[in-house]
């Protein structure tokens, strides 16, 4: 990566610069801070105080949008304090999303690679309030415990703690031997899917590292997630993990071959990260480091610049807009355990395409394609947005 593809931050960088003008890691980390703080900003304009979710995006999505501002507090604590006031927001989603009568519509397409055919599985979800943020579906309800477990590592304020943890129990009611393990997609019972399995993951080693007294309980139930999920086939031989599992007449169960979406890479990085944590065991690691590898290779363009699996961009859907800024937020996670140079520069590259290419230099809002523009597909919206955001926060942490 050249100086060429800086683009804007050359400019803004230019003032940190001083005598020590070759040392781009500190110049690059202002910068990285500054437009970050511009673009929570700009994610901010969509908050709605009254329903503690953000405008233009679903329900899922908002807690996502929760975890990046949280993610941020953690790295640029005088601006999450002074300026944004996030544990306000924090606090505020709490107590409102969950009294919300929200309609979330949730449809997910799914590319069948082998027979060319699309399946589409929708469903509407009817007005309601989602108490304690349970609801029908298992992967929604590991979104909201993943971003409360981020909350409480900001506020240390139990109610989150134990919020995730009430969550977990309602998942953990959501696993059966179908397949030999694992959670289902939802409470119809009919799929088992990687996302909902890697967020079941991430947060058991999530609370076995928070959660005093239970460590045990909940490191156990990491440990036995993944043993199955390793051994489940939805990993191909690409180390790609597919959408999900087919069940089979006889009860036998195979990857189902359907698209290898970003976020399917992300969760998992930074569930074996926590896990590598939780039990003093480095082998968690070289396996996510791998995962992590296939993805970055497989996914991204000659430039480094991510794209979504598929080749969706910039049409993605309502969910698939939010994916790759999950990917790298959990890359990140992964890079702070397990640090490589390859991590490093992808994090960077792609923060740097964000802001360049694929940014309203009115409003500071990024849209879906990290190569721009950022208009692309109708957007961008608190979806696209806070997923791009990840990014710029990752790059803080890693620069
Ligand atoms: C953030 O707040 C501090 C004071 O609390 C102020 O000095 C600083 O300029 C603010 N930063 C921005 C970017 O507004
Ligand atoms: C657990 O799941 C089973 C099977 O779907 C269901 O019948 C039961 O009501 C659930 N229990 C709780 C406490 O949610
Ligand atoms: C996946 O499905 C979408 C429609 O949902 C379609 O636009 C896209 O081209 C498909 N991608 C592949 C690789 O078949
Ligand atoms: C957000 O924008 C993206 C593309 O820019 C679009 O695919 C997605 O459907 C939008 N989300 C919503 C909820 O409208």
Redesign the pocket.
């Known amino acids: 990566m050249g100086f060429l593809r800086w683009g804007g931050l050359v400019a803004r960088a230019a003032l940190f610069v001083s005598t020590h003008s070759g040392e781009l890691p500190f110049t690059a980390r202002a910068s990285y801070t500054q437009n970050t703080f511009d673009a929570v900003t700009a994610l901010q304009n969509w908050y709605d105080v009254s329903t503690g979710l953000w405008a ?3 329900w899922w ?1 908002s807690a996502n949008c929760l975890t990046v501002l949280a993610d941020w507090a953690l790295i640029d604590r005088t601006g999450a304090s002074n300026n944004m006031s996030i544990a306000t927001v924090i606090s505020n989603t709490f107590a409102n999303a969950q009294n919300t009568v929200a309609t979330a519509q949730k449809t997910v397409s799914l590319n069948g690679t082998v027979s060319s055919k699309y399946i589409y599985y929708k469903r509407d979800i009817a007005a309601r309030g989602f108490s304690n943020f349970l609801n029908e579906y298992y992967d929604d309800e590991g979104w909201w415990a993943l971003a409360w477990i981020r909350s409480w590592d900001v506020t240390q304020n139990d109610a989150f703690l134990s919020i995730a943890e009430v969550i977990f129990s309602d998942m953990r009611n959501g696993t059966d031997d179908t397949c030999g393990g694992g959670i289902w997609w939802s409470k119809d019972r009919k799929y088992k899917n990687a996302i909902a399995n890697e967020l079941y993951l991430s947060v058991a080693a999530s609370l076995a590292n928070r959660v005093p007294g239970r460590k045990d309980y909940y490191l156990d139930i990491a440990k036995r997630e993944w043993a199955w999920f390793k051994s489940s086939g939805m990993i191909n031989e690409n180390k790609l993990i597919n959408d999900g599992l087919k069940i089979n007449s006889d009860g036998s169960c195979v990857n189902n071959g359907l698209n290898t979406w970003s976020y399917n890479q992300g969760v998992v990085l930074g569930g074996l990260a926590e896990l590598s944590v939780a039990s003093g065991d480095k082998s968690y690691l070289s396996e996510a480091v791998g995962i992590a590898k296939a993805a970055i290779m497989l996914l991204s363009d000659h430039t480094g610049v991510l794209h979504e699996s598929g080749g969706c961009e ?5 969910d ?2 939010q994916f790759k800024g999950i990917f790298v937020r959990n890359l990140r996670y992964l890079q702070s355990v397990a640090p490589q140079d390859a991590f490093r520069v992808a994090i960077q590259a792609n923060a740097n395409s964000i802001w360049a290419t694929n940014r309203d230099e009115t409003s500071n809002r990024l ?2 394609s990290w190569t721009g523009p950022v ?7 608190a ?2 947005h806070s997923s791009a955001m990840d990014v710029l926060v990752a790059a803080i942490a890693v620069s």
């Open positions: 233009t995006t679903g999505n910039p049409n993605c859907g309502g698939g807009s849209g879906i208009s692309a597909g109708g957007g961008p919206n979806s696209t």
